[in-house]
């Protein structure tokens, strides 16, 4: 079956450190990979999405994904966090078939002053 | 706001009782699904349409049902509710349906917090 696993489901980081959160998904054909982001009490925003082409993705609010077929990732990435990334992070396939996207676990990213 | 509207934002209600949410989609979408969220299970994905027909159905209850009509918002009914119904729920729409090349990019609305007591 196909599927999505976070490393994490919870993840604590310092202003200004790297953020890195984990995505791995079981298929033998790449999929279409997506992170979204949850706020507090909000629904999910799209960060990034990976369909062909360039491997590293960048998205909104300084972060960016890449693709590692030979790993089966889709590790999501920023240099700097800010108090403001606080949130869920979901990492999401979608295989085309009938479109619909199908959610990792999360991680809650936690950033300390 | 994402453009897509769920209704009502929160909803008490007690266990046997039957609601139901609604969803209008972003205009020009013609694809709604729903997701149910909790803390044990995470997101999962119930049920899509596209233009009306149901396309993909996911771990759905029977309990549960759907339908989106003609002006395309959707609405999805939970009937003989249980505690461990109580959850958010989210409604997304995009451009693409079943069979269309491409990556099918989801807007969710900000979800419908349902709490059976």
């Known amino acids: 079956a196909q599927s999505v696993t976070q490393l994490g489901s919870h993840v604590s980081v310092s202003e200004g450190a790297l953020v890195l959160l984990r995505c791995n998904y079981s298929?033998?054909?790449?999929?279409?990979l997506f992170w979204y982001v949850q706020y507090p009490n909000q629904g999910l925003q799209l960060l990034l999405k990976y369909t062909t082409g360039a491997t590293l993705v960048k998205g909104i609010n300084g972060f960016e994904a890449e693709f590692k077929k030979s790993e089966t990732s889709f590790h999501l990435t920023k240099p700097s966090a800010h108090m403001s990334d606080a949130a869920e992070y979901f990492c999401?396939?979608?295989?085309?078939?009938?479109?619909?996207?199908?959610f990792g676990q999360g991680t809650e990213l936690s950033v300390k002053p | 706001d994402s453009g897509v509207t769920q209704t009502p934002k929160h909803l008490i209600t007690a266990t046997g009782q039957r609601v139901t949410l609604r969803c209008s989609p972003r205009s020009g979408d013609l694809s709604v699904y729903w997701y149910q969220q909790s803390l044990d299970q995470g997101l999962q994905f119930l049920i899509q349409?596209?233009?009306?027909?149901?396309?993909a159905k996911g771990n759905i209850l029977e309990r549960f049902s759907a339908q989106q009509f003609p002006d395309l918002h959707s609405e999805l009914n939970l009937s003989s509710l249980e505690l461990g119904d109580s959850a958010l729920y989210f409604c997304?729409?995009?451009?693409?349906?079943?069979?269309?090349?491409?990556?099918?990019?989801?807007?969710f609305g900000a979800g419908s917090r349902l709490t059976v007591l």
């Open positions: 999401a396939v979608s295989y085309n078939q009938g479109g619909k996207l199908i």
């Open positions: 349409y596209y233009n009306g027909e149901e396309r």
């Open positions: 997304a729409s995009s451009v693409r349906g079943q069979g269309e090349t491409g990556a099918n990019v989801l807007t």
């Open positions: 298929s033998s054909v790449p999929p279409y």
